[in-house]
């Protein structure tokens, strides 16, 4: 009796527990290509743990590669590994496993139609032939296959991810592929971050930049790779990172609290492990303002204005199109250096007041308010 009334408590707490946090995980309400909502895309690569990489390089009859293959692997390795790894406070290993030997692919480089944008079929039918080139390599323990072209091919300007549609991946020796990476001559501009971007992409977090020509760093500014890989503030954001499983639920403060009442909450800046990283008080069934810290260590280690950053997470919104927006908008503002709140300031949303009480060298204290 005992036992089953312990039990029963126990359950009741569990299903208390999770629904306090419900509100908070937004839910993704299309669920292909990337999302900034709950849960990941199914056919994404894991983000916890091992994840094996086979890296390819190919090169053209009519662009022959003239650096050696090890030399454009420094490009991205060890930055990106080491950049995975830091980012998700060790909870991810990348393991890039190269094949040193340039692939000479069939076509002339311009036969490919990865100019002036790559669509879907294209992209997957590059990366296909590249991977059938590298007989005798073995696939079978990588989840992900990236495709690094010379990057003196004018024929292959980008290098985006291959989200492949569920079910709709290709075949490598047997094995089905659903993400793979190929790179461009871009490589040379954005360098070794580059790969983490389109690995997220992999991982199912959507762009944070927006698509349509015009100020294309109007949503996030400086804040996050997936929004500006060159940004002062590349380090995720701590959502990206709940999202991917390197911030654990019980690192979140979930603001479902009811009119005139207030939390005060001691958050850790978010580029350093441990201590609750963010606040979350959703305000639509899709919408949720999202408060956390940020310190000018690791990939911050240059952001001018440490402090509070607020922004807005919009689950129903795909990449490019503003899925997450630093708060206060204000899209003239490219760069958003200084959208941290400032200590003793405050901050008002709809009906939520933030007040930013104090500050230490790695935690700030905040009260939010819902009036
Ligand atoms: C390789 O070729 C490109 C374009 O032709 C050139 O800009 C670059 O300097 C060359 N690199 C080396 C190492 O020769
Ligand atoms: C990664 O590769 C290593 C060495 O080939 C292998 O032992 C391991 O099982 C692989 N891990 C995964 C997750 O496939
Ligand atoms: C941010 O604020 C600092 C100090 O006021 C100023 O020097 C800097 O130009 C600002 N940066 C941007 C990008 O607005």
């Not at 899925?323 to 958003?336: E, F, M, Q, R, S």
Request: proline letters at 4%.
């Amino acid at each position: 009796m005992n036992l089953l009334l312990n039990f029963l408590l126990l359950s009741l707490f569990g299903l208390i527990k999770t629904d306090l946090l419900s509100k908070c995980r937004l839910q993704n309400p299309s669920p292909y290509g990337t999302g900034i909502g709950f849960p990941r895309v199914k056919n994404r690569v894991n983000s916890v743990g091992i994840l094996n990489v086979s890296v390819l390089f190919v090169d053209f009859n009519d662009n022959p590669a003239n650096r050696t293959t090890q030399d454009i692997f420094s490009i991205i390795s060890p930055t990106s590994e080491a950049f995975f790894f830091k980012s998700s406070y060790g909870r991810l290993q990348v393991k890039l496993r190269p094949y040193f030997k340039w692939l000479r692919m069939s076509k002339r480089s311009i036969d490919y139609n990865m100019s002036p944008s790559i669509s879907y079929t294209a992209q997957k039918a590059y990366i296909s032939e590249a991977s059938s080139l590298a007989k005798g390599w073995d696939f079978s323990t990588s989840q992900l296959i990236v495709v690094m072209t010379n990057p003196y091919v004018y024929a292959v300007p980008y290098g985006p991810t291959f989200n492949a549609n569920l079910g709709g991946g290709f075949t490598v020796n047997g094995k089905v592929f659903e993400n793979a990476v190929s790179s461009g001559k871009d490589l040379l501009y954005w360098k070794g971050y580059w790969l983490n971007h389109e690995m997220s992409h992999a991982m199912g977090l959507p762009d944070l930049y927006e698509y349509a020509s015009g100020s294309q760093f109007k949503f996030t500014g400086g804040w996050s790779i997936m929004g500006n890989i060159n940004g002062l503030g590349r380090e995720y954001f701590g959502w990206e990172r709940w999202l991917l499983g390197w911030i654990q639920d019980s690192q979140i403060i979930c603001g479902t609290f009811t009119i005139h009442s207030y939390l005060r909450v001691t958050l850790t800046a978010i580029e350093i492990p441990n201590g609750l990283k963010l606040i979350v008080v959703p305000i639509a069934e899709n919408k949720a303002v999202v408060i956390e810290s940020r310190k000018k260590y690791g990939f911050d280690d240059k952001i001018t204005k440490p402090g509070l950053l607020v922004y807005l997470v919009d689950s129903s919104s795909r990449g490019g199109t503003g899925p997450i927006k630093v708060l206060p908008l204000n899209l003239n503002d490219n760069n958003k250096m200084n959208a941290t709140m400032s200590v003793g300031s405050e901050f008002n949303y709809e009906n939520i007041k933030i007040f930013y009480q104090s500050s230490s060298s790695t935690t700030d204290d905040v009260i939010v308010f819902k009036h």
